[in-house]
């Protein structure tokens, strides 16, 4: 007697699960953009849209349930990468390459202060009150720099960057590649405006109007960087985690924003807009600099360099 009906396994059901998991695979990899963006949106809406449903306090509970709900592009993009046949050391390692000379470190750690001495100068110049006696801690800016690398936004940009744009890039150029990120990036966060304990649930129409300006600025700054590094996710990670911790040193007059308890609308909205010109005239600057066809001075990284197979390929082993 068949060993398979011994054990009471049908043949017929093997082969229909076997074909089952081939046509998924064969469908993801045939879609890869689309999959990508649909599992790291379901990943991410599920756990934070949970969350806003939950009505959870803020707590550091809270947080680490944020940070861990942020997964979702890393975890579309690992799916896809391994559905198409791809390399998966090659697709991560991005998150580790550190060898990308001095120069860039530098612009990685410096520009977010750059970015943030711009901005506190505007606000001074239009009339924004400002306190300089008291400072925060330095340990708090890198606890704040380590969280948002690895927690806390960094960790998104394996999938934006480390899987999105070199994909995109292959077909648009880095600029129209770079606001299709930053519009999908941007709408993938909607769950935390829905949440009014988080930052975002909290910020008027005006500053959400504003993020999102600075989102597709940032978009660009991100692309910059990963193109001008061949490919480092961990440059921008780190870039990602600074501009972020900015907001921990500014020295806008707390006193005067919220006088009594209540937000004073115009000097509100003039430290948002003054936060956000920086960063979209830098990205201005970029396209000037280098071009919107590429953003760097050299070819971006490609499909194949975040683990990909080429389509032909993976289509042939599928």
């Known amino acids: 007697m068949p060993k398979f009906r011994q054990l ?5 059901a093997t082969c229909a699960t076997i074909v089952g998991v081939s046509s998924i695979r064969a469908w993801i990899d045939r879609y890869r953009l689309l999959s990508f963006v649909a599992i790291a949106y379901a990943f991410t809406w599920t756990i934070q849209g949970a969350l806003a449903y939950s009505g959870m306090e ?3 509970t809270h947080s680490i349930l944020i940070g861990f709900g942020g997964f979702g592009p890393p975890i579309g993009a690992a799916v896809v990468v391994r559905a198409s046949g791809g390399s998966l050391r090659t697709w991560v390692g991005q998150m580790f390459e550190w060898r990308i000379g001095a120069k860039w470190w530098v612009l990685a750690l410096g520009l977010p202060f750059v970015i943030l001495s711009l901005g ?12 300089l006696t008291e400072f925060e801690s330095p340990f708090i800016y890198l606890f704040a720099m380590a969280w948002g690398t ?3 936004g960094g960790q998104e940009d394996l999938g934006w960057r480390g899987f999105m744009l070199p994909i995109l890039q292959d077909s648009y150029s880095a600029l129209t590649s770079s606001a299709i990120v930053g519009v999908t990036w941007a709408a ?22 504003l993020w999102m300006v600075s989102i597709l600025a940032g ?17 921008v990670a780190v870039f990602h985690a600074g501009v972020n911790a900015m907001g921990i ?3 806008a007059d707390p006193e005067a924003l919220v006088p009594n308890g209540v937000p004073d609308p115009w000097l509100n909205l003039l430290a948002e807009v003054t ?19 590429r953003l760097a001075n050299r070819d971006p990284p490609t499909p194949q360099d975040a683990g990909l197979p080429p389509e032909a390929e993976s289509e042939d082993l599928g």
Do not use: E, K, R
């Not at 960063?279 to 280098?290: D, E, K, N, T, W």
């Open 188 to 209: 993938w966060h909607l769950p935390l405006f829905l949440n009014a304990t988080t930052t975002h649930g909290g910020w008027p129409l005006s500053q959400q109007l």
């Open 150 to 152: 690895v927690w806390g």
């Open 249 to 251: 040193f500014h020295p």
């Open 58 to 60: 803020a707590s550091w």
């Open 120 to 131: 506190v100068l505007l606000f001074v110049v239009a009339g924004g009150p400002i306190d």
């Open 8 to 12: 009471g396994v049908p043949l017929t």
């Open 275 to 293: 936060g956000a010109l920086p960063l979209a005239l830098i990205a201005i600057l970029l396209v000037v600099v280098y071009g919107g066809n």
């Open 219 to 235: 978009s660009i700054l991100w692309t910059w960087m990963y193109n001008s590094t061949g490919g480092s996710v961990l440059a």
